[in-house]
T-cell receptor, first 117, second 111 residues
C-alpha cells in the first residue's frame, strides 16, 4: 500500500510554455501533499506544502505565481510550471501524507524530469 | 534553521564489506528521522523511519540508530552487495511536518 504516482515521468518543453505535473495517491487519501525539486547532484528542496481544499504554503524563495499548486481532491495534486525557462529544468518529486501515514511519514512519487529548451 | 549533513559524500567499497553512513542535524527538536535510497533518475524509496523516542530500527541488512541529543544518526549496511549501490539520503521531520534532507551519500559497491 501507500503508493504515489506522478505523471508524466519526463517532459520536454519549449521556453515560455506551461507544464502541468500530476501527483496521485493511488490507495490512500492524502490530506497533505508536498512538492520538492532536485537539481543534479543535489538533495531535495521543499517547494510547497498543500492541504486538500486550501491554498498551498510556499517555502521562502519559491515564486507562487510561477509554480501553481492545486490540491483539489484527496488523491490528486498538480504542479503547474508557468512560462517555463531553462533554469526551471529540474527533477520534481511529490510526496503525500495521510491514511497509511503513521508517525507523519511521507510517501514519495517516482519523480518527473522537466527539461526546458 | 535546521541543517542536515551527511558524511561521507561518496563511498566506494568492495562487495561483502560492512559500512556505516553518517548523518548529523543541528536542531534536536525533531519528530522522526528517515533514511531513503535513491537510484539515478528515480524517486525515493524509504528504508527506515526512526521515531524521536526510539534509538534504532532494523530491516534486513540495514540498521539505523538515532541519538537525538547529540543530533546524530547512522545507517549500518551489513554484507554490502552491488545492488546496494545508490544515493542514500537522511531526512529529519520537524515542526510543521516538513522534511529537511541532507545532501546524500553516493555509495558504490564493487563486485
Amino acid at each position: 500500500g501507500a503508493v504515489v504516482s506522478q505523471h508524466p515521468s519526463w517532459v520536454i518543453c519549449k521556453s515560455g510554455t506551461s507544464v502541468k505535473i500530476e501527483c496521485r495517491s493511488l490507495d490512500f487519501q492524502a490530506t497533505t501533499m508536498f512538492w520538492y525539486r532536485q537539481f543534479p547532484k543535489q538533495s531535495l528542496m521543499l517547494m510547497a506544502t498543500s492541504n486538500e481544499g486550501s491554498k498551498a504554503t510556499y517555502e521562502q524563495g519559491v515564486e507562487k505565481d510561477k509554480f501553481l499548486i492545486n490540491h483539489a481532491s484527496l488523491t490528486l495534486s498538480t504542479l503547474t510550471v508557468t512560462s517555463a525557462h531553462p533554469e526551471d529544468s529540474s527533477f520534481y518529486i511529490c510526496s503525500a501524507r495521510g491514511g497509511y501515514s503513521s508517525y507523519n511519514e511521507q510517501f514519495f512519487g517516482p519523480g518527473t524530469r522537466l527539461t526546458v529548451l | 534553521k535546521q541543517e542536515v549533513t551527511q558524511i561521507p559524500a561518496a563511498l566506494s567499497v568492495p562487495e561483502g564489506e560492512n559500512l556505516v553512513l553518517n548523518c548529523s542535524f543541528t536542531d534536536s527538536a525533531i519528530y522522526n528521522l528517515q533514511w531513503f535510497r535513491q537510484d539515478p533518475g528515480k524517486g525515493l524509496t524509504s528504508l527506515l523511519l526512526i521515531q524521536s523516542s526510539q534509538r534504532e530500527q532494523t530491516s534486513g541488512r540495514l540498521n539505523a540508530s538515532l541519538d537525538k541529543s547529540s543530533g546524530r544518526s547512522t545507517l549500518y549496511i551489513a554484507a554490502s552487495q552491488p545492488g546496494d549501490s545508490a544515493t542514500y539520503l537522511c531526512a529529519v521531520v520537524q515542526l510543521g511536518n516538513k522534511l529537511v534532507f541532507g545532501a546524500g551519500t553516493i555509495l558504490r559497491v564493487k563486485s
